[in-house]
Structure formats: structure tokens, C-alpha cells
């Protein structure tokens, strides 16, 4: 029995017996969404491309996963905006309707870049960034200048932000992703951003010396 939201994107599910163990779903959605949000060629972000990436790094047979990508992009991540079609490429074989169609290959939408910042394992996190305030509202904005410096000096704590905001989301407790207002999360009673905001207020009315020993503490426990 797994513990799943009530939304189809699955990136946070967790079975219940294996605490903190993403479900299979969970983790191909993350997986596609990571290749998608890299720097991979156009065949690599075909339905066959994305589906025998993932597979190279978990060692199995391709074809044995495609179904489920399948599934992830046609029911889930493009109905919902997450991922796109970004052009097709021309075919040299098969039925001649697809040869003259070609084969899509897709990326992420601004929407599928904010979630992308929630994955822990993707990688390129400050180009994601960048591109994701690129298009920002002027209300977005607003949140951009502190999440950028904030991403310079505490990255684990800034993209955990993003992490409990598309999570709240997958667990239906935000409706929107978009327009981006981590204001939503005021109504969220989440104790690990109410200790650290605790830890920041009283770490600003230390004096310097507290500070050094503070941090002196904090390295010796973490």
C-alpha cells in the first residue's frame, strides 16, 4: 500500500511499508522531468530517447519502461502543462503518415520548471532558476531578488522552499503552482520553515562573537 495525493503528478509519493522510499511512479516522473529540464538533444527528449536514458542508468531493457513514460507524458505531465512539445523530428523509416509527422520531443514549461527546482536530484538548479524568473509576473518578481541571493549562500534551504511548495501542491493543499506566491504556504503549518525562520531571527540578534560560536555548535552536530 503506498501513500499517494489525490493529484496525478506523483513526484513525492512514498510507499507506506518503506518509509521515505518514492514509489516506481514517483520516480520515473522525477526522471523524465530531469532529463527534460537538462541540456539533452532533441532524440534524448523523444518518448524512445527519454525512455532508454532512463533505462542506460537503471541497467534494464528499454521497451520494458516505455509504456509507463508513455503514460507519465500523455496523461499526466502534458495535460497538465508540465512538459511540452518542442518540435518533432523528420523520420527516414516506418509507416509513411509518421515519416511526413515525425517524432515530438518535448520540454518543460514554466510550470514544469518550478518543479523541477523541487527535485532534489536535478542538478543545473541556478540556470532553472534564471529561466524561471525570466518570465516572472511583476508579483512574481518580487520574490525573485531574495530566492536568488538566498540560492547563492543557502542553496539546500532555498530549493527545500521550492520543495514544500510543489509538494503542498501534489498533496492538494495549494491549488495553483502558478502564478508563483509562496504566500500560499503562510496557511501550512510546517514545523521545519517555523524552526528555521525561529533559528535566522535569533541568530540576526547575536553579536558576533555568539554567531562564531554558534556556528562552532551547528558544525559540531551536522
Known sequence: MKIKSTTKLSIFDTFKTKE?????E??????????LSSKANPAERTRTGISQKIAKGQGIV?????????RDLDEILLPMEIA?????????????????K?????HLTRKGVLIALSIKEIQNKEKLLEDFFAE????????????????????NFTYSIFQKYVKAFC???????????????????????????EILHAFLKLSK???????RFLNEIT
Not at 141 to 151: A, D, T, W
Not at 173 to 185: A, E, G, R, Y
Open 84 to 100: 511540452e512539445e518542442d518540435g518533432r523530428l523528420p523520420l527516414k523509416r516506418g509507416p509513411k503518415a509518421l515519416q511526413e
Open 102 to 106: 515525425g517524432i515530438p520531443f518535448y
Open 26 to 35: 514517483a520516480q520515473r516522473q522525477r526522471s523524465i522531468i530531469r532529463i
Open 209 to 215: 562573537q555568539e554567531r562564531e560560536e554558534a556556528i
Open 171 to 197: 498533496d492538494d493543499k495549494i491549488q495553483d503552482l502558478l502564478p508563483f506566491d509562496l504566500s500560499k504556504l503562510q496557511s501550512l503549518s510546517d514545523e521545519s520553515l517555523v524552526i528555521q525562520k
Open 62 to 70: 528499454w521497451k520494458n519502461i516505455y509504456s509507463g513514460i508513455f
Open 136 to 155: 516572472a509576473s511583476p508579483k512574481e518578481k518580487e520574490f525573485e531578488k531574495i530566492l536568488v541571493n538566498l540560492s547563492k549562500t543557502s542553496p
Open 20 to 24: 521515505g522510499s518514492l514509489t516506481g
